[in-house]
């Protein structure tokens, strides 16, 4: 049996990200730039799904339950002309969560828990902001969901959702996929054990 292929998106900018405020479980909107991001991530995906011989219909479309993934979501099927609300959510989707972190800042985050941000500086994958996730638990979700695909999948999630998964199919480490950075606007292939990014 083939491995599915997942086109996977990151959500659009919203106001924290340009701020570089951690969002994690937070429900932050997306501004006029990522409303513009998630319209072209959906152009770039029609493109991409035609040069795979992929039909739309074949395809399972599933979201973060956060509204900046489902967003995004609507503005990418809107793009494709498909029913802006036809695709499921998946709590196993949603992004790391930051615990206390969340609102804050780089500074910020180092000025609260000096010896914790240092001791995450030192391995992002193993440890958990104050109150949140660490990125093991996060690959452990991310790889249940992606053995739970039925099929070939487009899914609107997160940056850290992203690098998890990269590291849970293995097509990343965890010492380099802690720091990538996701792109918003652009569509991630992950097929037969490959990841190719198209912005």
């Known amino acids: 049996m083939s491995l599915p292929t997942i086109y996977f998106i990151r959500h659009g900018e919203t106001a924290w990200n340009a701020a570089g405020r951690f969002q994690g479980s937070k429900d932050i ?3 006029d730039l990522g409303r ?3 319209t072209h991530a959906g152009d770039v995906l029609g493109d991409l799904v035609a040069r795979n011989g ?3 219909d074949d395809l399972a479309f599933v979201a973060s339950p956060l509204m900046r993934a489902r967003v995004t979501m609507e503005l990418v099927r809107t793009e494709l002309g498909l029913p802006p609300e036809g695709f499921a959510l998946d ?14 800042t780089l500074p910020e985050m ?4 000096p010896d914790l941000f240092a001791e995450r500086e030192r391995d992002k994958w193993h440890v958990s902001p104050p109150g949140g996730e660490s990125y093991v638990s996060v ?10 695909l039925p099929g070939d999948t487009v899914a609107v999630s997160h940056g850290g959702t992203a ?6 199919i293995g097509v990343a480490l965890p010492e380099k996929a802690a720091d990538l950075f ?18």
């Open 110 to 113: 180092r000025a609260s828990h």
């Open 29 to 31: 909107p997306l501004n």
């Open 182 to 199: 996701i792109e918003q606007g652009a569509v991630y292939v992950f097929r037969d054990g490959t990841l190719a990014k198209y912005s």
């Open 163 to 168: 690098r998890a998964l990269m590291v849970a």
């Open 139 to 148: 690959t452990q979700r991310m790889r249940e969901w992606y053995d739970s």
């Open 36 to 38: 513009v991001q998630a």
């Open 54 to 56: 992929h039909a739309l």
């Open 91 to 104: 709590d196993r989707l949603r992004e790391i969560a930051y615990g206390e972190w969340e609102g804050s």
